[in-house]
């Protein structure tokens, strides 16, 4: 079992850059694929982008692709979402989650099976 918390959210202008980070517990967080998922109000969770276990892949929805980027640290059991040129409409909760599954990266919420509590993303127009 891993427990996530992520942290680094906010408010920022369009335009702007933030960066999430999601910090895992335990000595098993190499057996993960990590990926971001998002919600914004009245709105489906969405996936935002994955990483491999040991981080050589990766892969981003389209909406964030060229904007968004995800990396991971093992030694220090983090992720991170490296947000820039940030718009309204990426305003949202953002999620981090673990999943044990097989490769390769899955881009469906139910195949994640731990999730933290969320960091809420504003950006203003």
């Known amino acids: 079992q891993v427990q996530l918390v992520e942290s680094g959210g906010g408010l920022v202008q369009a335009g702007g850059s933030l960066r999430l980070s999601c910090a895992a517990s335990g000595r098993t967080f190499t057996s993960y694929t990590m990926g971001w998922f998002r919600q914004a109000p009245g709105k489906e969770r969405e996936f935002v982008a994955a990483i491999s276990r040991s981080g050589d892949s990766t892969y981003d929805a389209d909406s964030v692709k060229g904007r968004f980027t995800i990396s991971r640290d093992n030694a220090k059991n983090t992720v991170y979402l490296q947000m820039n040129s940030l718009k309204p409409e990426d305003t949202a909760v953002y999620y981090c989650?673990?999943?044990?599954?097989?490769?390769?990266?899955?881009?469906?919420?139910?195949?994640?099976?731990?999730w933290g509590q969320g960091t809420q993303v504003t950006v203003s127009s």
């Open positions: 989650a673990a999943d044990r599954g097989p490769s390769p990266i899955r881009t469906t919420d139910y195949s994640y099976s731990y």
